[in-house]
């Protein structure tokens, strides 16, 4: 699970850096909260959950860590695309953001649970 997670989490951050471009060479920054938040939630956060399963592959196993990839991996684009879509003047986006930020609320207590519950001393 580990290896799953430090790879879809390079995606993000190839994602958010080609935002981060795109930013720059516009002059065009309206989309800054969605960029922070691919890099954040997508690579920082996925990457750095990826390296503590690779290095205690007993919680990777769990049933824990395979919900909080899926839940992660499906609040991220939800919440992104509704706050991109927040952002640009679509107000009825706010239940997408509302939504996916609940769900990757929930995938990371998950994350929390599972290294509470099975990394040992």
Known sequence: MGIRF?????????IGVCMG???SMTEKFDLSPVHVHINLLGWVSM?????????????????????H???????????????ACLVSGVESA???VAVGGTLM???????????LKNIKN
């Open 6 to 14: 430090i790879k879809i989490s390079v995606v993000y951050f190839v």
């Open 21 to 23: 471009m795109y930013m």
């Open 47 to 67: 990457a750095l959950a990826g390296l503590v399963y690779v290095a205690f592959p007993g919680a990777a196993e769990t049933t824990l860590a395979k919900v």
């Open 69 to 83: 990839f899926w839940l992660h991996n499906i609040a991220l684009p939800i919440m992104m695309i509704g706050l």
């Open 94 to 96: 706010g239940p997408a």
């Open 105 to 115: 609320v929930l995938g990371i207590i998950l994350f929390a649970i599972n290294i």
